[in-house]
């Protein structure tokens, strides 16, 4: 409980006593009036933080804890009516049986009748049934030796052959296993300790992560090559995908930088995350298609071609001013934004973009419904008649009215993806490395992560294995991306 203040007794006090305490009163009154309405902020504004989570807002999943979530009504994607598991139709796969074994195992017959003890006529036995097994073998490593010879000739002119030139030491590790080495530490995101282990058990070779290291090194500066390659080719793609996110380098924050496209993929690092990090990158200052990215500020500042903003992330937030609101519109103009995407992703299957009166009405739509939540959140005015602090959902409805070309571009333009799910898939990757790894130690080590892995994930999206990827850039004939 309070300390309960003193109170005077009021038939002592005059007429001007009275009037001095009531004056006193009504500024302890304002002061705590005042207070009340900056505790209510606070607490308002703690609230709508602590209601925000990856469902309805660009807050990570990780961010939501390990407490378990309750049951989702925040969804706008209805119900598909469909059974759970596969559908009709649909081509499963299992194991089969091939016709050509690599080892066959007979379990015989016994010699006599376990009836009447009678030799049983082996030689007309039949296979009854075939049961097959798959495993891998018990593998061993191969060592592979290097002889020159040397001859004199009858004149005396001394002739020796010559090592090839990539062996170059009296022992050394061959392009298959530091392939292996570096596939593991960069491709499945191993610990080097981890990496050197398994190779260890798998094939009884013994790797230290130092050695691991070294190889990471080596295999950066040949895919080097191919990086550019990819960074050349995005200057000239139609679309181009874009994130960022943070990365944690020599303990300190860095940045990683993506752009992707569907075929490819390029990774960047800089100690900075806007625009000073893309222009010296310079592949999004230099390209000319079209920028789909999250509507981060600093990607405005490249306006030298078309944007496109990820509408993934406008669903969330329309979620969230829906549930902080009450009001209706924000469910409206996320089904029309849904809606709009069903119709565009049948007519790319069906190679036919929607016609120019389909995209128009829903321009108009969407601009109805804009202007419905723009009449329930006006621009808040201070006394001196300026803009004050506006809300979240003004705030989100002036976005849907600023970029409105660049939300609805995906309807118009069957190349711009509905989303930046392109880029925020690449950006996972090494996301999960700095999970199971930790930071990395040095710049090199980051830099050298971010070439192997751009030349991994787009030569994976165009259909070449990582493993061979890596041992053909150490055998020096790297595969070079598809135009």
């Known amino acids: 409980m309070p300390p309960k203040l003193p109170r005077p007794d009021l038939s002592t006090l005059s007429e001007e006593g009275k009037d001095k305490l009531i004056v006193h009163l009504m500024d302890m009154i304002d002061g705590l009036l005042a207070q009340v309405f900056t505790l209510t902020a606070k607490v308002e504004k703690l609230e709508r933080q602590v209601a925000k989570d990856s469902e309805n807002s660009s807050k990570p999943p990780s961010s939501d804890g390990l407490a378990k979530k309750p049951p989702k009504t925040s969804s706008l994607r209805g119900k598909s009516g469909k059974k759970v598991g596969g559908q009709p139709g649909h081509q499963g796969k299992t194991l089969e049986r091939v016709a050509e074994p690599t080892i066959t195992v007979d379990h015989p017959l016994p010699g006599q009748c376990g009836r009447c003890h009678s030799a049983l006529p082996l030689s007309q036995a039949q296979v009854l049934e075939r049961r097959q097994v798959f495993d891998v073998p018990a593998s061993a490593f191969d060592v592979i030796e290097h002889r020159t010879y040397t001859v004199a000739c009858s004149c005396g002119q001394r002739h020796d052959s010559v090592f090839p030139p990539e062996v170059t030491e009296m022992a050394q590790y061959g392009p298959t296993v530091r392939a292996l080495g570096v596939h593991l530490t960069q491709g499945q995101m191993l610990p080097y300790a981890r990496a050197a282990e398994l190779i260890s058990e798998l094939y009884g070779l013994p790797v230290s992560p130092a050695t691991l290291l070294a190889w990471v090194g080596e295999a950066g500066a040949a895919l080097q090559g191919t990086v550019d390659v990819i960074a050349r080719q995005l200057h000239h793609a139609p679309v181009l995908c874009a994130d960022e996110s943070g990365l944690r380098v020599g303990g300190k924050l860095h940045w990683l930088h993506v752009a992707a496209t569907a075929t490819l993929t390029w990774y960047g690092m800089h100690a900075k995350r806007g625009v000073d990090a893309m222009a010296a990158h310079g592949i999004l200052p230099q390209r000319i298609g079209v920028l789909v990215h999250d509507c981060w500020a600093p990607y405005w500042k490249l306006d030298d071609g078309p944007h496109a903003l990820c509408n993934a992330h406008l669903l969330r937030e329309l979620i969230y001013v829906r549930q902080v609101t009450g009001q209706s519109w924000p469910t409206t103009l996320a089904e029309?934004?849904?809606?709009?995407?069903?119709?565009?992703?049948?007519?790319?299957?069906?190679?036919?973009?929607?016609?120019?009166?389909?995209?128009?009405?829903?321009?108009?739509?969407?601009?109805?419904?804009?202007?419905?939540?723009?009449?329930?959140?006006?621009?808040?005015?201070?006394?001196?008649?300026?803009?004050?602090?506006?809300?979240?959902?003004?705030?989100?409805?002036?976005?849907?009215?600023?970029?409105?070309?660049?939300?609805?571009?995906?309807?118009?333009?069957?190349?711009?993806?509905?989303?930046?799910?392109?880029?925020?898939?690449?950006?996972?990757?090494?996301?999960?490395?700095?999970?199971?790894?930790?930071?990395?130690?040095?710049?090199?080590?980051?830099?050298?992560?971010?070439?192997?892995?751009?030349?991994?994930?787009?030569?994976?999206?165009?259909?070449?294995?990582?493993?061979?990827?890596?041992?053909?850039?150490?055998?020096?004939?790297?595969?070079?991306?598809?135009?």
């Not at 128009?360 to 300026?386: C, M, S, T, W």
């Not at 069957?414 to 710049?443: H, L, Y």
Request: proline letters at 6%; charged letters at 25%.
């Open 336 to 483: 029309m934004l849904l809606n709009a995407q069903r119709l565009t992703v049948a007519a790319r299957q069906k190679q036919q973009p929607l016609d120019a009166d389909t995209v128009a009405a829903f321009a108009a739509v969407y601009d109805d419904i804009v202007r419905e939540g723009e009449q329930l959140h006006p621009v808040i005015l201070k006394p001196n008649g300026k803009p004050g602090k506006q809300s979240e959902a003004h705030n989100l409805l002036r976005r849907f009215r600023l970029h409105a070309d660049a939300i609805l571009r995906f309807i118009a333009d069957p190349a711009v993806p509905f989303s930046n799910n392109i880029a925020e898939r690449a950006v996972r990757m090494p996301k999960v490395k700095q999970k199971i790894s930790g930071c990395f130690r040095t710049v090199t080590g980051a830099n050298n992560f971010c070439t192997i892995r751009s030349c991994l994930d787009t030569l994976r999206k165009q259909g070449h294995g990582m493993l061979e990827v890596l041992r053909r850039a150490f055998i020096g004939d790297p595969i070079m991306p598809a135009a």
